[in-house]
């Protein structure tokens, strides 16, 4: 079973390409966030509810940890990248995205005094090359006449609040089993979603809630949400941290591959040769790292 999740996480976490890409004129991105966590919160905390209830008042002292990973990993990861998609495609959300565990790698040796080879130093170069080709669109000649969109430094922002999220994983040590944890971030996130969605709800024109709106709060919550975080946790006992991260990298190819199938969105040579840069990067930088860089949420 976990040989064939080690292929099936990645398309997972592609669902949320699709759903960032068709919100926009049906639900706002952080009304769609605070749905997507809370559902999911709810679900995890369901399964995890007799761990939860045990360790209550250690959960509840740590209750600034949650916040902040909450504002990292749902309000910066989730939300902004929702906005984001308004502007930019669902194929530079896949590969500058892609990035995020060199920056990991990074603060690992940094913030966790982590040791870095020349291997690793070869690929964080090699990696934000390629995340630098695909913002610029390929247009080193001519950077005046870019046109730079909001999206894509949002995507740059995430992608940073995801290396910092995953680190405080790390640096942050808890009772709690993966499952439970992740619950208890889920109502982290969604108390600090919860003013922002509500102000959005008031001050954005919209037609009211609707059936699409639900679909995509459930698609977001369960397939990228709850399905490719379990599939991941489960993966990762059964076959080694490792070996679950390398498969992690097709992320970025099936986020594509889901774009230019179901969006329709072009692939241009500034994607590949970006990713030709990226994925390599990634793997020479992260080949002795500890911290499991994890895929975005």
């Known amino acids: ?39 999911a919160g709810l679900i995890l905390a369901l399964i995890a509810r007799h761990e939860l209830w045990h360790e209550r008042q250690g959960t509840f002292n740590a209750w600034r940890q949650y916040l902040v990973l909450g504002i990292l990993g749902m309000l910066v990861c989730g939300a902004w990248v929702y906005w984001a998609a308004e502007t930019t495609t669902a194929i530079n959300i896949a590969l500058i995205y892609a990035a995020s565990p060199v920056l990991i790698t990074l603060g690992a040796v940094v913030g966790l005094k982590e040791s870095f080879s020349w291997k690793q130093s070869l690929g964080v170069a090699i ?19 870019v046109v ?40 982290g996130g969604s108390l ?37 975080y379990w599939s991941y946790g489960f993966c990762q006992k059964t076959l080694g941290a490792s070996r679950v991260a390398a498969c992690m990298y097709l992320g970025p190819l099936y986020g594509g ?37 994890k895929e975005p949420s």
């Not at 990645?10 to 890409?21: D, G, T």
């Not at 090359?129 to 006449?145: F, R």
């Not at 940073?160 to 208890?184: G, Q």
């Not at 889901?258 to 329709?264: H, P, T």
Request: charged share 10%; proline share 5%; glycine share 6%.
């Open 127 to 145: 990696a934000l090359l390629g995340v630098l080709h695909v913002v610029v669109k390929g247009q080193w000649a001519a950077l005046s006449q």
């Open 192 to 228: 600090v979603l919860l003013p922002f969605a509500i102000t959005e709800w008031f001050a954005t024109q919209h037609a009211g809630w609707s059936l699409n709106a639900s679909l995509l709060v459930v698609a977001a919550a369960v397939f990228p949400g709850v399905g490719a």
């Open 148 to 187: 730079w969109v909001l999206g894509d430094g949002l995507v740059v922002i995430a992608m940073v609040a995801w290396a910092a999220y995953a680190l405080l994983l790390k640096k942050w040590a808890s009772p709690l089993s993966s499952t439970a944890r992740l619950a208890a971030t889920c109502m």
């Open 257 to 293: 591959l889901v774009a230019w199938v179901f969006l329709d969105e072009t692939l241009g040579w500034h994607h590949a040769v970006g990713a030709a840069f990226i994925l390599p990067g990634i793997y020479l930088a992260s080949e002795k790292i500890t911290t499991d860089p």
């Open 1 to 39: 079973m976990a040989q064939v999740l080690i292929w099936v996480t990645p398309a997972l976490w592609s669902v949320n390409y699709i759903v960032a890409r068709i919100a926009p004129g049906i639900i706002s991105p952080h009304v769609l966030a605070l749905g997507r966590w809370f559902l």
